[in-house]
């Protein structure tokens, strides 16, 4: 079933006040069956648009840990089910919503702002104001706090959003378009800031999964569709510890890597991630419970990395060591999903920030002295002795880390 919702024009009026004789007009469409973000009134997402080579930042409140990164709003890349945490952002469980900015870099002529949500339940409506700048107006704050009204510095509101149903909880696709249709363009803007409400207030879940933001560019490329491109998902979901955790292996960008996932990298998993989150304790804290593992094929010449609740894999490294450094990098990138670092600054803004040495040496140390110790990878020998210090980094933190004394080093109170 489609539902389509397109407020007129003198009811955007009413809501663009800061805007004379503007038209603005809010599409809104919503899909609960069919292919995915595949709408009538709203243009499908695309991967080649102005956001996708924006600066995206978290102005108020932080993500969930449960959550991809900010560049899953802008990659082009779309969630293939309703329920995939990872491959959308969404605000902490409990907040109330917040503000990101999107610096394009420069000024450009905006046609066209979209929004694309998905989820099961009321996570899925969308719920926003839109404010845009140039950026050289007298007074202009580029990063207003709540609390301070846009308008007094320098933005202008271009619309406001909601997507809820009256009745229901607004399960299923979203789609969003802000377009003039009149004038053909919004303006001429190098900023973009979403002030963003969470949809209900009746437990701590009501943040949307917002799947990609797209800025369509009146002088830019003609918009290519990201769903046209997307591949048959190839996943594989599993958990541990009774359940407690889940986990899903995404190899849809290298299909042929899956079944040495799901026979050798899997058992591991499911081994040492409870074990990492009881080594690595902190008072109210709590490592996430979904982890997403995720085969890639544009990450250069970085084996592996971690972000969120996400360790993406890059395809081609992994299929040169299958049977050498694949599963230990993944062990040591666990350890980066169970760290979370950044919650002491989070809590206490005058929080010393945890050295880098500490960061990368503490998932060596696990990585090369608790589940390897076999390989003696980070072995201090004649030949590397002047490189084992205790600020080296990765394999030479971990054997400084070894050869401290016991209860020397406490991993988890650095958070």
Known sequence: MNVRTQFSVSAC????????????????????????????????????????????????????????????????????????????FFFQAGSEGGRLLLDLRSVITVKQVNTYSWHTSTRAPQVYQLFASDGVAAGFTASPKRGTDPESCGWKRIANVDTRPKEGDGAGQHGVMVSDPDAGILGKFRYLLFDIARTEARDAFGNTFYSEIDVIDSDGPAPTSATSTNREPVLKSFTASEGKYRFTIDATEAPDLMEWADAKLRPVVQEWYPKLVAMLPSDGFEATTNVTLRFRNDMGGTPASAGGGRINMNSGWFRKELTREAIGSVVHEMVHVVQSYGRARRTNPQATRTPGWLVEGIPDYIRWFLYEPETKGAEITQRNLARAKYDASYRGEGASLRARPTGATSPGSAR
Do not use: Y
């Open 13 to 88: 009026l009413l809501m663009l006040t800061a805007i004379s004789n503007a038209e603005v007009k809010v599409s809104t469409e919503r899909r609960t069956s069919g292919p995915a973000f595949q709408f009538n009134a709203v243009p499908a997402p695309a991967n080649n648009d102005a956001a996708t080579k924006a600066r995206f930042t978290i102005v108020e409140s932080e993500g969930d840990s449960n959550g991809g990164e900010l560049a899953a709003l802008h990659d082009g890349r779309l969630p293939t089910a309703a329920d995939q945490p990872s491959e959308n």
